[in-house]
């Protein structure tokens, strides 16, 4: 029995136009289907496509992307004509949004593809070159970065996923590399594409720079804090956000997260941090499932966050999901509530879906 043939929508927003294509091979990706139906660019530019979030999903598998594409440049992602230059390193320019931006590394009279920032310089966003087909990057090609707080790595961004986890290697002695801690500056791509150089020609290390230094806290003699809670009161059914209070004579009210079917009765977790003027108490249920909620402080660097899975009996790597909506640098040493699901990719994937202030401010304040 032959099953149903998946129906693409392909909206062109800059011609007021749409169609319906069928896809006959789900393992081809979005890419191959524009091509398949005839729909790629007359001129043989490169068509970006984009999800209703924003996001580049050319490469993404036609069984498991969206049924809606729009053929338009992602919203960090610009397409723009290059017909002057300031300075000889930056060109600057519009994208198809209005925005300024300068492009790092432009050629005066090239149509070219940049990735723009965070980072300003003056009024424009400053975004790099890369292509939209493979190698993505290209030996001496410029690219504009943000030195990490730790480790000797950074993420540029990356085609085939939409988001910036193309990795590469900061090719700079520790001591220097220290010294430039949190700095937005230029790179240039070297032999093997998945390392860069510093060039401080371009951007100078400003006077007044301080380098970030890690906070050195006391180290606490006391392990975690497992506390017992009693009747759950459900704040939020999905994903699952409850209200309870800890029992004893003591009691004290608290926000909780986690899977309230995979923890054990009575109810215990574990005290992840205390209430101030911008948060509750908040526990962290003992269990683990997918779909459960847990409070987390965003790690200062990276991805990866451990949670305990008593099943296991240790600990289990998590990857944060990096997206327009969250965009996890901005939320470093803060605070959030994710999400457990599965993912095709990272195996257990950490969605962020709230703020723990969020629920202070419904409720009033929450310490006692």
Known sequence: MTGEVKQLTILFPDADFSTVVPVHDESSTLNDVLRTNGLQSRDGSYRLLSDSD?????????????????VEPPKNVAQIWIDRLQGPYFAPSQDHL??????????VDTF?????????????LVGYQFSPSAPY???????????????????????????????????VEKEQLDAIRGLWSAWEITG????????????????????????????????????????????????PIHRSRTTGPNS??????????????????????????????????????????????????????ALYNPMMKDNVECTLINSEEH?????????????????????????IVGFPRDFHKKGGRINE
């Open 54 to 70: 924003g996001m580049m999903v050319n490469y993404q598998k036609a069984h498991s992307g969206p049924d809606v594409i729009r």
């Open 98 to 107: 209005g925005r300024d931006i300068t492009v790092l590394g432009g050629v």
């Open 112 to 124: 070219t593809t940049a990735y723009t920032t965070s980072w300003k310089r003056g009024d424009h």
């Open 137 to 171: 990057y290209s030996i001496q090609g410029l690219v504009f970065l943000q030195v990490p707080l730790k480790g000797a790595t950074s993420n540029l961004y990356n085609p085939e996923t939409g988001l910036c986890d193309y990795k590469v290697k900061l090719e």
């Open 192 to 239: 093997g594409l998945h390392a860069v150089k510093f060039r401080g020609d371009i951007t100078p290390i400003p006077r007044d720079f301080a380098p970030y230094q890690p906070k050195t806290r006391p180290r606490s003699r006391a392990r975690s804090r497992i506390v017992e809670i009693g009747e759950l009161s459900t704040v939020q059914l999905d994903p």
């Open 252 to 305: 004290w009210p608290v926000l909780v997260c986690g899977s309230a079917q995979s923890s054990p009765s009575p109810k215990r977790g574990v005290l992840v941090a205390k209430s101030n003027q911008s948060r509750p108490n908040m526990v962290n249920l003992e269990g683990f499932s997918y779909g459960m909620t847990q409070f987390i402080k965003i790690p200062e660097q990276g991805r990866t966050v």
């Open 327 to 351: 965009p996890i640098d901005d939320y470093r040493r803060r605070w959030v509530i994710v999400q457990l699901k599965r993912h095709t990719r990272y195996k257990r994937a950490l969605r």
